[in-house]
């Protein structure tokens, strides 16, 4: 088969899906992460409805872009709880 360009425009989520694959897989070509992203994409339909353990990595990973957003989160005054409304039952 003869490999011929191709435009394609992709979906947000397409988009982050190959940026995924880039971003683990750095060393790979455009053709290489498109076949990775495919691959995986694949594998996620034919497995089991089960979740698969994530490795310390992904979990390392996920947990950091959840706390990259923690600074932007502003504080909501009166929502805290003092140790006086705990016990405000028990006076």
Do not use: C, K
């Not at 360009?5 to 397409?14: E, I, K």
């Not at 310390?56 to 950091?64: G, P, Q």
Request: aromatic fraction near 4%; charge should be negative.
């Amino acid at each position: 088969m003869e490999h011929e360009p191709m435009n394609v425009t992709l979906s947000p989520h397409a988009v982050e899906l190959l940026r995924a694959v880039r971003d683990r897989h750095p060393e790979l070509s455009p053709a290489e992460i498109l076949e990775a992203a495919l691959a995986e994409s694949l594998e996620r339909e034919a497995e089991p409805s089960v979740p698969r353990m994530r490795t310390r990595e992904e979990i390392r990973a996920w947990l950091d872009e959840l706390s990259s957003l923690s600074d932007r989160i502003p504080p909501r005054p009166g929502e805290t709880f003092s140790r006086e409304m705990i016990y405000q039952d028990h006076a």
